[in-house]
C-alpha cells in the first residue's frame, strides 16, 4: 500500500507499529467525527490573539488526517465553522476564511497524491465568494479519491440540517410525492446534507467541555464520544490513537442489551477490520 505523506516528515517505523497494533487489537471506526475546540484558550494562554490558535491547529488538522489515513480510517468528519461563528467579531470570521483558503492552496495537491477526498456540508453560499470558489475547486480536483474521505463541517450545525431536510419534506408532501405516513428516520435520513456519509462511530471533542455544539445532532445519536483536555492545536495522533483506544473498550448496545449482541455485530464491525 502506497505511503500517506502530508507532512515532510517521514513516518516513524514506532508510530506505524503503534497503527497496526491498534487495527489488531480491536475495531477501528469507520468514520471519526471533530469538534475541533481550544483554538482561542490555546493561544490566550501563550499571550497572542486567538487567530494564532488557528493558524497552529492546522498543524493538527494535517497530522490527523494523515494518520487517519494511514489507517485506513475512511471517513473523518472536521468540525471547521459553525452557523454561530459567524458571530464572531468580523476580524476572526475573515482570518479564518483567509486560513480555510491558503489550506485549500497548500494542501490540495497533497490530498490528491495521497488519495484523499475532500469533501463539505453546511451553508457553504454563505461563505465568502473566493473561498467558496477554492472550496468547490478542491472538492472537484479531489472528486476521484477513495483512500479517505474528509468532509469539513463549514458555516454548518446539525438544527440548520435538520431543518433543511423539514424543508424539503414539506415540499415533497405538497407535491404529492410523499404522504404524512412517508415520513420515517430512513427519510429524514436520506435528506440530511450528511446522507451520503455513514454516521460518526466515534465523536471527538477536544478543549475538555462536555456538549455538542449544535454539530451532527442527528448522525451522533449511536456515536461514542471521546473528550480530550487538549486544545486542538495540541491534539496530535497520539491523542488520536488514544480515544481509539478509549472506543475499542466501549460496548456498543444500540439499545440492545449485551447477551443480544452476536460476537460480531455488523454494525460493530468496521472496514477491514
Ligand atoms: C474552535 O476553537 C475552532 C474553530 C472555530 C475553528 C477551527 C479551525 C481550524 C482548526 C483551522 C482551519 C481548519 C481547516 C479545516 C483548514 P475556539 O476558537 O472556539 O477556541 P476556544 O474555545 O478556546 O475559544
Known amino acids: 500500500m502506497k505511503t500517506v505523506s502530508l507532512n515532510r516528515k ?7 507499529q503503534r497503527q497496526v497494533e491498534l487495527r489488531e487489537s480491536g475495531r477501528v471506526p469507520n468514520h471519526i467525527a471533530i469538534i475541533m475546540d481550544g483554538n482561542g484558550r490555546w493561544a490566550k494562554e501563550r499571550g497572542n490573539m486567538r487567530v494564532f490558535g488557528h493558524q497552529a491547529g492546522v498543524d493538527s488538522v494535517r497530522d490527523t488526517v494523515e494518520a487517519c ?13 459553525s452557523t454561530e461563528n459567524w458571530m464572531r467579531p468580523a476580524s476572526e470570521v475573515n482570518a479564518l476564511m483567509q486560513l480555510l483558503i491558503q489550506s485549500l492552496r497548500k494542501e490540495t495537491r497533497k490530498l490528491v497524491e495521497n488519495d484523499i477526498k475532500l469533501v463539505a456540508v453546511g451553508q457553504l ?3 465568502p465568494d473566493k473561498c467558496h470558489r477554492e472550496l468547490l475547486e478542491a472538492i472537484e480536483i479531489t472528486k476521484d479519491n ?3 474521505q474528509v468532509c469539513l463541517a463549514l458555516s454548518y450545525s446539525g438544527r440548520w440540517d435538520l431543518a433543511q431536510a423539514a424543508r424539503k419534506i414539506s415540499e415533497m408532501v405538497i407535491n404529492g410525492e410523499v404522504g404524512p405516513e412517508d415520513v420515517n428516520e430512513e427519510l429524514v435520513q436520506s435528506l440530511l446534507t450528511t446522507n451520503s456519509i455513514p454516521d460518526p462511530d466515534l465523536l471527538i471533542r477536544t478543549g475538555g467541555e462536555f456538549r455538542l455544539s449544535n454539530f451532527l445532532l442527528w448522525q451522533a445519536a449511536y456515536s461514542e464520544l471521546y473528550i480530550s483536555k487538549k486544545y486542538w492545536p495540541d491534539f496530535r495522533r ?7 483506544e478509549s472506543y475499542q473498550k466501549r460496548e456498543r448496545r444500540f439499545g440492545k442489551i449485551s447477551e443480544q449482541l452476536e460476537k460480531k455485530d ?3 464491525v468496521s ?3
Open 125 to 127: 453560499e454563505r461563505l
Open 69 to 81: 489515513a494511514q489507517m485506513g480510517i475512511p471517513h473523518l468528519t472536521l468540525f471547521a465553522f
Open 10 to 16: 517521514k513516518q516513524t517505523e514506532k508510530d506505524a
Open 238 to 244: 497520539d491523542e488520536l490513537y488514544k480515544s481509539i
Open 146 to 148: 477513495k483512500r479517505l
Open 266 to 268: 455488523m454494525r460493530q
Open 271 to 273: 472496514a477491514g477490520v
